[in-house]
């Protein structure tokens, strides 16, 4: 396997994340999460094991689709509370060289042009290492909260997901020409006004017409992580996204989706290969398989069988409180998470899931696979994933707070690198050179490289980017 492992550890401001009842264990760190230290102790670790970056998963709005309400949710803690992830990168980049960050953002309930300032400044202090997660919203309740009766359809998130990325890219690829700031204390100038341009935007959701309010930052435009996995959501993530997360629960639904992925890339006229897609997995390691099994029974024990129907519930826009743990699960159209429920629709399907079993499933980890056993059972089985399905890596999901990750960094990563098939040591530069070994700027065939120069696209396309 010539490619490298891509490892992340996949975190949320919250208590619960994906393994809901966990944050009950007496060794879980997770009720800390309101603390500076959690944050920087947790950074400090992931670089120590050489791990990519950490992607800060975000909601707006609570799971209230279980029973009709939020209260399971409430009672379980499943992600909620929940606090502001953007705040978490400052201080982890302060104590860290290399890691990257992967900030997730609604761009449903967030006005383009204070946002892509919010996106310019944290690439500024972490000198380049932050992505952003381009995400739709799912939660009816965060709409109704911001004044909305409820979410836009499925695929009408994504129209406006076109346009609002179409701002982005206007304002931090376009706005500021290289060389605008001369910083020339002789002269007394700054910055270049000849080479800074209001971008003009007229459309269909959004009219912008100012600058950026900021100088361009390392990478300019961060780099760009998606995870919607429906069939709208790949094609925004073939067109746009330069990170793409999945949560396939098999390799025949993994690699289903991932040579779907590339293809629309190549559709979209991009390299399949300047994507990497991460599949979602929890690992729960011991010294040898026995020491593992042993944890992952312990573990069991504080598994909240409600608390992972209201994710479940909330993940798919069906009330699971309606069916007795028996049922077996259907195939529903629903408007939210549409590959949620495709995926254990498809993933075997000589094999009828019951709510009970979709529940102990979801209970550790979430909806993404879960390997328990010593670094060489669990090496095996990642570098198996990644030689039948083309995956690039794995978005590392924990169980329990940090101990997941300190197992990870202590047991699995030596493995690995002992194996050749992950790195030894960060790459410089940017997260983007890290990730791809190019340089700091989208690639000259991502859509974003075209609004580098905004006046000869007005002069091409008036209508799409004023007049």
Not at 21 to 50: I, V
Not at 157 to 165: G, I, N, V
Not at 315 to 325: A, I, N, R, V
């Amino acid at each position: 396997m010539s490619r490298k492992i891509v490892l992340n550890a996949f975190e949320m401001n919250c208590v619960g994340h994906q393994s809901p009842g966990l944050w009950a264990h007496p060794r879980d760190r997770a009720w800390q999460y309101k603390d500076l230290e959690y944050w920087t102790d947790l950074a400090r670790l992931l670089e120590r094991g050489k791990l990519d970056g950490i992607f800060i998963a975000d909601v707006i709005g609570i799971y209230d689709v279980l029973n009709g309400n939020g209260e399971a949710a409430i009672r379980q803690s499943t992600q909620v509370p929940v606090n502001d992830p953007l705040a978490l990168i400052t201080p982890m980049a302060l104590v860290t060289e290399h890691l990257g960050f992967g900030l997730t953002a609604s761009l449903a309930f967030e006005h383009p042009y204070p946002f892509a300032r919010r996106l310019s400044t944290l690439d500024h202090l972490t000198k380049g290492r932050v992505g952003w997660n381009v995400v739709t919203s799912y939660l009816d309740s965060g709409a109704r909260s911001l004044g909305q009766q409820a979410l836009s359809g499925h695929d009408e998130r994504y129209d406006h997901a076109d346009e609002y990325l179409e701002v982005i890219y206007k304002l931090l690829e376009g706005s500021w020409e290289d060389g605008a700031v001369i910083r020339d204390r002789e002269r007394r100038l700054f910055t270049d006004p000849a080479k800074v341009h209001e971008i003009d935007h007229r459309g269909e959701h959004f009219q912008v017409s100012g600058i950026h309010l900021c100088e361009p930052s390392p990478q300019r435009t961060p780099v760009l992580f998606q995870a919607g996995a429906s069939s709208r959501g790949r094609r925004f993530s073939a067109e746009h996204a330069e990170c793409v997360f999945v949560a396939a629960p098999s390799k025949a639904v993994l690699k289903k989706t991932v040579a779907d992925i590339r293809q629309r890339a190549v559709e979209a006229g991009r390299d399949p290969y300047q994507i990497r897609i991460l599949n979602l997995q929890t690992v729960i390691l011991g010294e040898t398989d026995a020491e593992a099994q042993a944890k992952w029974r312990d573990y069991k024990q504080y598994v909240s069988y409600e608390g992972a129907l209201a994710l479940i519930s909330g993940w798919t826009g069906l009330d699971f409180g309606q069916y007795q743990p028996d049922q077996v699960l259907k195939h529903i159209h629903t408007n939210a998470i549409q590959s949620a429920v495709e995926a254990f629709s498809t993933a075997d399907p000589s094999k009828q899931w019951t709510v009970r079993e979709l529940a102990d499933w979801v209970g550790i980890g979430g909806f993404g696979p879960l390997f328990v056993g010593s670094p060489q059972t669990v090496a095996d089985q990642l570098q198996e994933w990644v030689e039948e399905t083309d995956v690039d890596g794995f978005n590392l999901a924990y169980a329990v707070s940090h101990e997941t990750f300190v197992d990870v960094v202590e047991l699995l990563v030596p493995e690995l690198q002992k194996r050749g098939v992950f790195k030894t040591d960060y790459a410089p530069g940017t997260l983007r050179e890290k990730l791809f070994g190019a340089g700091p700027r989208l690639p000259d065939n991502h859509p974003g490289a075209r609004y580098r120069d905004l006046a000869a696209l007005r002069a091409q396309r008036p209508e799409s980017v004023g007049a």
